[in-house]
């Protein structure tokens, strides 16, 4: 039997999950799952569908591939499940992933090897292949830049996502104030992304103003 990427189960409860991110940016520790006891069952089959396809088993984390799906109700798998609080994050000691029915390994563990396969250190693998390779490449040549290793929420891996669909951060609010205050938050964030993309537009081709 073939092994089959990104499925496993929570060790206390033995029940199944599918790992959304092995890592997550600043808490390497620690890894996104939705267990699937409890889905839907269009949902519960849509995402198994999507873990056996082949997008599902290049994805180098699972939620890329849940940001170009959607459920049979037209919605976003990624943005469907953190809408509905069925993300759950959880400690990588805690999970065990299960790529055969034979074989199993802790999370924590796949993590390190994975890393020192890699040659970067566990909390650099929430940086995407791509990313780390163009790191190397930079350190090689002498060039100073910075490549930041956090992310303003789990499904950006670096802050060269910022071109991708943003879906926020799995979190629950005390009061309206409070979601409020969160919503500003991430508008600013915005803001300021926008503004950076403008003035790297203009250094790159400057407005031609209309006389």
């Given at each position: 039997m073939a ?23 600043g ?16 949902y ?9 396809s082949?997008?599902?088993q ?19 798998m990624l943005?469907?499940l ?5 993300l ?5 000691n ?6 055969t029915l034979?074989a199993s ?10 890393a020192?396969?890699r ?11 791509t ?11 002498g ?6 290793a956090?992310?303003s929420d789990?499904?950006?891996?670096t802050s ?7 879906v ?11 979601e ?11 803001a ?8 790297k ?10 006389k």
């Amino acid at each position: 039997m073939a092994e089959i990427k990104h499925v496993g189960r929570i060790v206390t409860t033995r029940k199944k999950c599918i790992v959304v991110y092995r890592t997550l940016p600043g808490e390497s520790s620690s890894c996104l799952i939705v267990p699937t006891e409890h889905l839907p069952d269009s949902y519960h089959d849509s995402i198994i569908n999507l873990v056996e396809s082949n997008a599902g088993q290049t994805a180098y984390e699972f939620a890329e591939a849940m940001t170009r799906m959607t459920f049979p109700d037209g919605s976003t798998m990624l943005a469907a499940l953190h809408s509905q609080k069925r993300l759950v994050k959880v400690p990588t000691n805690q999970v065990e992933m299960t790529p055969t029915l034979q074989a199993s390994i802790l999370l924590s563990e796949l993590n390190q090897i994975i890393a020192e396969q890699r040659g970067v250190t566990v909390d650099e693998l929430s940086i995407r292949p791509t990313e780390q390779r163009d790191k190397a490449e930079v350190k090689e040549v002498g060039t100073v830049q910075q490549v930041p290793a956090t992310a303003s929420d789990v499904t950006r891996t670096t802050s060269g996502s910022v071109n991708e669909p943003e879906v926020a951060t799995p979190v629950s609010f005390d009061s309206p104030e409070a979601e409020a205050k969160h919503y500003r938050s991430q508008a600013d964030k915005l803001a300021k992304q926008a503004a950076e993309m403008r003035r790297k537009a203009e250094d790159l081709v400057p407005t031609k103003k209309v006389k």
